[in-house]
């Protein structure tokens, strides 16, 4: 069962920055809109950006400003820039198909922490 690979997160300073990236089979040739999610603990998971198959792109409040997404079709994987970083987006963020019917099973996603 596919499931996508991301990587990239880590421990941070608030104001610091990092750099997220999601592997998955075949998205590279999908115009389908991929998104990054992230879930907080005790907190349901949350869409935080999209990109669709043109780089048509769309940010939630909390995030617009400072993260940006991004992809790369020949490498099938898909990015988020994420820049200064709040204490209020430590999560375990995760990438996926926006349309439910196209999604893949969760991967293991990556923690993000940032400290104060």
């Known amino acids: 069962q596919v499931q996508p690979v991301e990587s990239g997160g880590g421990l941070v300073q608030a104001g610091g920055s990092l750099r997220l990236s999601c592997a998955a089979s075949?998205?590279?040739?999908?115009?389908?809109?991929m998104g990054w999610y992230r879930q907080a603990p005790g907190k349901q998971r949350e869409l935080v950006a999209t990109?669709?198959?043109?780089?048509?792109?769309t940010y939630a409040d909390s995030v617009k400003g400072r993260f940006t997404i991004s992809r790369d079709n020949a490498k099938n994987t898909v990015y988020l820039e994420m820049n200064s970083l709040k204490t209020e987006d430590t999560a375990a963020y995760y990438c996926?198909?926006?349309?439910?019917?196209?999604?893949?099973?969760w991967g293991q996603g990556t923690q993000v922490t940032v400290s104060s």
């Open positions: 075949g998205i590279g040739s999908s115009t389908s809109a």
């Open positions: 996926n198909y926006v349309l439910r019917v196209l999604q893949f099973s």
């Open positions: 990109i669709t198959g043109s780089s048509l792109t």
